[in-house]
């Protein structure tokens, strides 16, 4: 393991990490923020490994000799949707969901809580921190540099916001009854799987369209995401903390007032 590229992987999540915890709202409950900054990126870091084994048993890889070559499109398509989007956002969707329950739910009012964000958003880093290490180790020696900022723009921006828009709709879908809160929580998880398929066929070609649309895609999550934050993740409605305000002075009205 070479630590020039451990720090490089670090880097490369780091801006992203310190935005999620420096506009965490103030919610009464930060001593649980270590445990779940903790847990989230060993999620992340597990997912990966779930996402590798996974798709080796469904996918092995085999000498096959077809008589009927397949497009590009296809190809870049099955990639994109299916192996790369269906695999990676269905096991990170299932980890966030199982550390929401231990550490960002409130049993008695069947709510997630809004930790739910830090939760979604560190599995997020956790997974491309990985990814990126193994990018970048990969990588010669004289673009590791260049590898490190364009996984660091691109890569963990992608997963950051595919899996804070899930979180999103795990604190939306408190305002939902049974059943539907769970059709709706497959519907972000469906979502998810769009959003990281069609940042994959984006960019998958290595194409000049493909980077243009994948930043349009890119600013249009990112407005998504700050709009619904600023809606559903209040101090006042959200946490429910009622600020204390100072005592309104009495006015002796024993003393009359001058008016001058």
């Not at 490369?12 to 903790?38: A, C, D, H, M, V």
Request: glycine share 6%; net charge positive.
């Amino acid at each position: 393991m070479s630590l020039e590229v451990i720090l490089l992987a670090i880097g490369s999540i780091f801006p992203w990490g310190f935005y999620l915890i420096y506009t965490q709202p103030n919610t009464g409950r930060e001593k649980r923020f270590f445990f779940i900054i903790f847990f989230a990126l060993l999620l992340g870091w597990i997912s990966t490994e779930l996402v590798l084994r996974a798709s080796a048993w469904i996918w092995p890889e085999t000498e096959i000799k077809a008589k009927v070559a397949k497009s590009i499109l296809s190809q870049t398509a099955f990639l994109a949707f299916v192996k790369a989007g269906m695999m990676e956002e269905f096991c990170k969707s299932i980890l966030i969901v199982s550390l929401s329950l231990v550490f960002a739910y409130d049993w008695k009012k069947k709510e997630f809580l809004p930790e739910t964000f830090l939760v979604g958003g560190f599995i997020a880093l956790g997974f491309a921190g990985i990814e990126n290490y193994h990018y970048i180790l990969t990588a010669k020696e004289d673009d590791r540099i260049h590898t490190f900022i364009l996984r660091t723009l691109k890569s963990s921006n992608a997963h950051l916001l595919i899996n804070l828009c899930f979180a999103l709709c795990l604190i939306k879908s408190n305002k939902r009854q049974f059943p539907d809160k769970y059709w709706y929580i497959l519907s972000g998880f469906l979502l998810a799987v769009v959003q990281h398929g069609l940042f994959d066929f984006f960019v998958i070609p290595v194409g000049r369209f493909g980077h243009w649309a994948a930043t349009a895609l890119f600013v249009g999550i990112w407005v998504w995401i700050v709009k619904d934050r600023r809606v559903y993740m209040k101090e006042e409605k959200i946490y429910k903390i009622q600020k204390e305000k100072p005592p309104e002075e009495e006015i002796s009205r024993s003393v009359p007032e001058i008016i001058r």
